[in-house]
Antibody, heavy 117, light 108 residues
Framework: QVQLQESGPGLVKPSGTLSLTCSVS?????????WTWIRQPPGKGLEWIGE??????HYNPSLKSRLTISLDKSNNQFSLSLTSVTAADTAVYYC???????????WGQGILVTVSS | QSALTQPASVSGSPGQSITISCIGT?????VSWYQQHPGEAPKLIIY???KRPSGVSHRFSGSKSGNTASLTISGLQAEDEADYYC????????????FGTGTTVTVL
């Protein structure tokens, strides 16, 4: 059973960059596996951020201009970078492993990131 | 793309069955459902409309008709009290996963 763990700063200043890493254990970054970031503002619903696999990525169009998701196969990690953040980006951020097709079979515990000065 | 529409809340007594609707899913059979207890990460309970992951109770079942998917919980138990979210692809040429607005299930 794969395990995922998010890490990164819990506080980011407005207009700054939110950077998170997801460490994966019990699994490997094979060519057929997709990895995803999802977020949940406090008290609200889930929002898909984007996904990555070895040779490509897909981003939520509403975040695409500020978003980069990257993969570090050698360290079994994938990362999220979101620029020009505002208070609206305050959320619990989850990383997840995709099942095939089109679902999220394993989730990290989540990390709360607050955007505030 | 707007979120899929779910009822804000559904309640039932222990042993009863309840159904949660999810309106606005795409025409294919790529609907999944997630259970989220307070303070925890979501957990996959249904995928591809009707399939259950290993270890998920048979009391959870899914269905779909047209653009509306449904999750039924049979023999409601106190541990089923949680938030439930559906998820589907948005349809069209752009890869986009869309979640439902979420439903809070209360066991009376």
């Amino acid at each position: 059973q794969v395990q995922l763990q998010e890490s990164g700063p819990g506080l980011v200043k407005p207009s700054g960059t939110l950077s998170l890493t997801c460490s994966v254990s019990g699994g490997s970054f094979t060519s057929g596996t997709w990895w995803t970031w999802i977020r949940q503002p406090p008290g609200k619903g889930l929002e898909w951020i984007g996904e990555i696999f070895l040779s490509g990525s897909h981003y939520n169009p509403s975040l695409k201009s500020r978003l980069t998701i990257s993969l570090d196969k050698s360290n079994n990690q994938f990362s999220l970078s979101l620029t020009s953040v505002t208070a609206a980006d305050t959320a619990v951020y989850y990383c997840a492993k995709n099942g095939v097709p089109w679902y999220f079979e394993s989730w990290g515990q989540g990390i709360l990131v607050t955007v505030s000065s | 793309q707007s979120a899929l529409t779910q009822p804000a809340s559904v309640s039932g007594s222990p042993g009863q069955s309840i159904t949660i609707s999810c309106i606005g899913t795409s025409s294919d059979n790529l609907v999944s459902w997630y259970q989220q207890h307070p303070g925890e990460a979501p957990k996959l309970i249904i995928y591809e409309v009707i399939k259950r992951p290993s270890g998920v109770s048979h009391r959870f079942s899914g269905s779909k008709s047209g653009n509306t998917a449904s999750l039924t919980i049979s023999g409601l138990q106190a541990e089923d009290e949680a938030d439930y979210y559906c998820c589907s692809n948005a349809g069209g040429p752009v890869i986009l996963y869309v979640f439902g607005t979420g439903t809070t299930v209360t066991v009376l």
